[in-house]
């Protein structure tokens, strides 16, 4: 199956002109859990729910102090995890302290293996509906045209 995509009405100002413009983004299907990724390994390998279940809860757990010490993980054929911060400007070197630091994150980068995977699945359209740009899925509404 390919990646369902739905049509979004936006309100685009381009040199101080607002036009509204259509654009295509992906409609995220059921969230899936990992106690059913373990499910769907355990009918693939020889490995058991519960063992896939304590392998990835203990890979979060060391993965998250990795990360909270400035380095990045290789997850092998899924890709990489590396920190990341956003941190304010400042006009001198002595400035430039922890109190600088806006927030900090965590970005994925998936490999190239898994890029492809999904790049090859392809889109389709979901649904004829156009929906309003909301950013939060439970309050978009349906564009009459």
């Known amino acids: 199956m390919s990646?369902?995509?739905?049509?979004?009405?936006?309100?685009?100002?381009?040199?101080?002109?607002?036009?509204?413009k259509?654009?295509?983004?992906?409609?995220?299907?059921?969230?899936?859990?990992?106690?059913?990724?373990?499910?769907l390994?355990?009918?693939?390998?020889?490995l058991?729910?519960?063992d896939f279940i304590a392998?990835?809860?203990e890979c979060a757990y060391q993965v998250g102090i990795l990360l909270g010490e400035g380095h990045?993980?290789?997850?092998?054929?899924?890709?990489?995890?590396y920190p990341t911060i956003?941190?304010?400007?400042?006009?001198?070197?002595?400035e430039v302290n922890p109190k600088s630091v806006k927030n900090i994150d965590v970005r994925f980068?998936?490999?190239?293996?898994?890029?492809?995977?999904?790049?090859?699945?392809?889109?389709?359209l979901h649904t004829e509906e156009v929906f309003s740009a909301s950013k939060n899925r439970k309050t978009m509404k349906i564009v009459e045209e």
């Open 109 to 124: 980068r998936p490999s190239k293996e898994l890029r492809g995977k999904v790049k090859s699945k392809g889109t389709h």
């Open 86 to 94: 956003d941190a304010k400007s400042c006009d001198t070197a002595k």
């Open 48 to 50: 058991s729910k519960g």
């Open 22 to 39: 259509y654009i295509a983004r992906v409609y995220l299907q059921n969230t899936v859990t990992l106690e059913d990724l373990a499910e």
């Open 55 to 57: 392998a990835m809860t």
């Open 41 to 46: 390994v355990n009918e693939s390998s020889t």
């Open 3 to 20: 990646i369902p995509i739905i049509r979004k009405l936006l309100k685009v100002t381009h040199k101080g002109v607002a036009k509204e």
């Open 72 to 81: 990045a993980v290789d997850l092998g054929d899924l890709g990489r995890l």
